[in-house]
Nanobody
Framework: QVQLVESGGGLVQAGGSLRLSCAAS????????MGWFRQAPGMERAFVAS????????YYADSVKGRFTISRDNAKNTVYLQMNSLKPEDTAVYYC??????????????????WGQGTQVTVSS
């Protein structure tokens, strides 16, 4: 069993930056692909970024490509999402997810077994 806890959300002005962290419990974290998703009010949860188990491969949604960077530190059981040049449309609850059955980055929610509780990111214009 893996538990995921996100942190780092908050209120930021457009053009600003935030770094989200996701701390994982469990010894098998390093063998999971990890991902970030987000859900805006009234919208479905959407893929943001994913990273392979070793951190050597990443995959991004087109809407965040070039602005967001996903990374991981397996020694610390933590995955990060560095968000730069934030826009009001990035406002959402951001969720960390872990996929025990996949090693490579994937945008599919069905590939993820474990989810965090979410952290709110609000970008003001």
């Amino acid at each position: 069993q893996v538990q995921l806890v996100e942190s780092g959300g908050g209120l930021v002005q457009a053009g600003g930056s935030l770094r989200l962290s996701c701390a994982a419990s469990g010894r098998t974290f390093s063998s999971y692909a990890m991902g970030w998703f987000r859900q805006a009010p009234g919208m479905e949860r959407a893929f943001v970024a994913s990273i392979s188990w070793r951190g050597s491969s990443t995959y991004y949604a087109d809407s965040v490509k070039g602005r967001f960077t996903i990374s991981r530190d397996n020694a610390k059981n933590t995955v990060y999402l560095q968000m730069n040049s934030l826009k009001p449309e990035d406002t959402a609850v951001y969720y960390c997810a872990g996929g025990s059955r996949v090693l490579t980055p994937t945008p599919q929610m069905i590939d993820y077994d474990y989810w965090g509780q979410g952290t709110q990111v609000t970008v003001s214009s």
